[in-house]
């Protein structure tokens, strides 16, 4: 560690399978990150996949990158490289954090462990689900195991939500503890409800319900789910994002409106301007987009397994329910829609989350490091 103005900072590696330009959970988390650790003074060197236009630096931050490959069907992963020991071993840090741990996380686990260096994974992606989603069933198998090994070698593991932590545990994995997700209470808030949108939405018919879902468009996120509601006349569904099950979606949801991928204060005048959000992927290990939704003050409908079951009051901030079943879903959108104290859930959705900004997230993240550290030093102790 190091001091600078009377308080003790960290040498922080951050190894993460995904990094810019690539755009999802894991990278909005690390970027959040390294803003929180510029703001205080942390010194961090960032190991991540190389792809076209992929910066070398972030916030005067060193990127290093390795090669990565896709696999079929699933997000790209980075490949291993000999060379991360020699440099992590000159960054000398206090940590490294390993953000959703695959090859590459796995690889520098090892090593890390054979070197006495603390560690600290996070559990963000259910790739294993993933595989079995699309029928890969030997893959999820080995998949499963393959990511218990890595947590179980790490000295720490943080999980999103209290499914994702079981599910951790119920593989053999050890020293869990709840780490969520912050949100950016600025840019989702109620007040960027924009009429104006609104009524572009809805076209000439003025008394439409509008439904929206924001994510990528992937077919393990079920958005196809949706199509009992885009039969319906008196909904306007509206999906916000981009990907591989685009141009399928389309065809399948004729009369939604796709608007592409959105960000920043457009994304959260997006959001505001639903009068109901509903999010159909089923192996979520948190769902952010559900907690950007809560925090404009967007009652929500989501699936009644994984991370959302953390993040929707049933009853109270939204309803959780099975929604790959059609019945299901549209008599919960009825529900929501005739419900007599919708506008307290509104209320209460935004004061849900109103507590769970990224500042106070990731200065959790930093006390579970500092705590981590404290642990390793004194297992050596013990040891020597």
Request: contains cysteine; neutral net charge; charged residues 25%.
């Given at each position: 560690?190091?001091?600078?103005?009377?308080?003790?900072?960290?040498?922080?590696?951050?190894?993460?399978?995904?990094?810019?330009?690539?755009?999802?959970?894991?990278?909005?988390?690390?970027?959040?990150?390294?803003?929180?650790?510029?703001?205080?003074?942390?010194e961090?060197?960032?190991?991540?996949?190389?792809?076209?236009?992929?910066?070398?630096h972030?916030?005067d931050y060193?990127?290093?990158?390795?090669?990565?490959?896709?696999?079929?069907?699933?997000?790209?992963?980075?490949?291993?490289?000999?060379?991360?020991?020699?440099?992590?071993?000159g960054?000398?840090?206090?940590?490294?954090?390993?953000?959703?741990?695959?090859?590459?996380?796995?690889?520098v686990?090892r090593?890390?462990?054979?070197?006495?260096?603390?560690t600290?994974?996070?559990?963000?992606?259910?790739?294993?689900?993933?595989?079995?989603?699309?029928?890969?069933?030997?893959?999820?198998?080995?998949?499963?195991?393959?990511?218990?090994r890595?947590?179980?070698?790490?000295?720490?593991?943080?999980?999103?939500?209290?499914?994702?932590?079981r599910?951790?545990?119920?593989?053999g994995?050890?020293?869990?503890?709840?780490?969520?997700?912050?949100?950016?209470l600025?840019?989702?808030?109620?007040?960027?409800?924009?009429?104006?949108?609104?009524?572009?939405?809805?076209?000439k018919?003025?008394?439409?319900?509008?439904?929206?879902?924001?994510?990528?468009?992937?077919?393990?996120?079920?958005?196809?789910?949706?199509?009992?509601?885009?039969?319906?006349?008196?909904?306007?569904?509206?999906?916000?994002?981009?990907?591989?099950?685009?141009?399928?979606?389309?065809r399948?949801?004729?009369?939604?409106?796709?608007?592409?991928?959105?960000?920043?204060?457009?994304?959260?005048r997006?959001?505001?301007?639903?009068?109901?959000?509903?999010?159909?992927?089923?192996?979520?290990?948190?769902?952010?987009?559900?907690?950007?939704?809560?925090?404009?003050?967007?009652?929500?409908?989501?699936?009644?397994?994984?991370?959302?079951?953390?993040?929707?009051?049933?009853?109270?901030?939204?309803?959780?329910?099975?929604?790959?079943?059609?019945?299901?879903l549209?008599?919960?959108?009825?529900?929501?829609?005739?419900?007599?104290?919708?506008?307290?859930?509104?209320?209460?959705?935004?004061?849900?989350v109103?507590?769970?900004?990224?500042?106070?997230?990731?200065?959790?993240?930093?006390?579970?490091?500092?705590?981590?550290?404290?642990?390793?030093?004194?297992?050596?102790?013990?040891?020597?």
């Open positions: 560690m190091i001091e600078l103005g009377g308080a003790r900072k960290l040498r922080i590696a951050v190894v993460t399978e995904a990094f810019l330009p690539q755009v999802n959970g894991v990278t909005n988390s690390v970027l959040r990150l390294l803003e929180h650790c510029k703001a205080e003074g942390h961090v060197l960032i190991i991540a996949p190389e792809s076209d236009g992929a910066p070398t972030y916030l060193k990127i290093k990158h390795v090669p990565s490959i896709a696999m079929k069907k699933l997000i790209p992963m980075g490949v291993p490289r000999k060379y991360l020991e020699p440099l992590i071993e960054f000398a840090p206090d940590v490294i954090h390993l953000a959703s741990p695959i090859f590459l996380g796995h690889y686990a090593f890390a462990k054979k070197s006495g260096i603390p600290v994974s996070v559990y963000q992606t259910d790739i294993a689900g993933f595989a079995r989603h699309y029928g890969l069933t030997i893959a999820h198998n080995t998949l499963k195991k393959w990511v218990a890595i947590h179980q070698s790490t000295d720490l593991t943080l999980a999103p939500s209290k499914w994702a932590s599910d951790l545990e119920s593989t994995v050890k020293n869990v503890e709840i780490w969520k997700r912050g949100v950016d600025v840019k989702f808030d109620p007040a960027r409800r924009d009429e104006s949108l609104r009524e572009n939405i809805r076209g018919d003025s008394a439409k319900l509008i439904i929206g879902y924001v994510g990528r468009l992937a077919n393990e996120k079920r958005i196809d789910d949706l199509a009992i509601l885009d039969r319906q006349p008196d909904i306007q569904l509206v999906i916000v994002g981009g990907g591989p099950a685009e141009a399928r979606l389309k399948e949801l004729p009369n939604a409106r796709f608007v592409g991928y959105q960000s920043g204060t457009e994304l959260g997006y959001v505001a301007s639903f009068d109901i959000f509903v999010h159909t992927g089923k192996h979520e290990t948190f769902c952010q987009a559900i907690q950007e939704a809560l925090a404009a003050g967007v009652p929500v409908i989501g699936p009644d397994t994984g991370g959302p079951v953390d993040l929707i009051e049933h009853g109270i901030t939204g309803l959780l329910i099975d929604t790959a079943d059609s019945y299901a549209l008599e919960a959108v009825s529900t929501l829609r005739s419900h007599s104290a919708f506008d307290l859930m509104q209320i209460a959705a935004r004061r849900s109103e507590h769970r900004t990224w500042d106070y997230i990731n200065a959790q993240l930093i006390d579970y490091y500092r705590q981590t550290i404290a642990h390793v030093s004194r297992k050596g102790e013990l040891v020597a």
